[in-house]
């Protein structure tokens, strides 16, 4: 009896609580973000270029990037994310056509988020911000 009182009260805890947030201020979205049905959902990285974003994200809470090239063809993508203060925060320099970055940020705070690949071709990347 007591055992299912105390499995009773901790079930009816776990269901109560809000799930987490997450890092990024404005919740987990794609980039770029798509504003009407016309829109396209994915980026373009246009051949010896750069892709540049900022995006904030929470303290002390898990901050993430997913990458993933359209394999046509495949090219060695890199992600580079840094501070407000060009420091490096992290980075996926491994090549491939999917790369991401996982980090935690200390403060609060905008981060600026650049892919490049060495492609000769247009490249679409799919890029989730988490």
């Known amino acids: 009896m007591c055992r299912r009182a105390i499995l009773a009260v901790v079930g009816a805890l776990i269901l ?32 010896h270029a750069t892709y540049t974003f900022s995006e904030t994200f929470r303290g002390n809470e898990r901050a993430c990037i997913i990458i993933e ?43 600026t988020i650049s892919i490049t690949g060495n492609g000769n071709v247009e490249n679409y990347l799919y890029i989730v911000v988490k």
């Open 16 to 47: 109560n609580m809000a799930p987490a947030a997450g890092s990024p201020v404005k919740g987990h979205y794609r980039e770029p973000v798509v504003v009407s049905e016309q829109a396209i959902d994915r980026a373009i990285l246009n051949p």
């Open 69 to 111: 090239g359209d394999h046509k063809p495949v090219m060695d993508l890199r992600v580079t994310v840094k501070d407000p203060f060009n420091n490096v925060v992290a980075q996926d320099t491994a090549g491939g056509d999917f790369v991401s970055v996982i980090w935690y940020p200390p403060r609060t705070q905008a981060y």
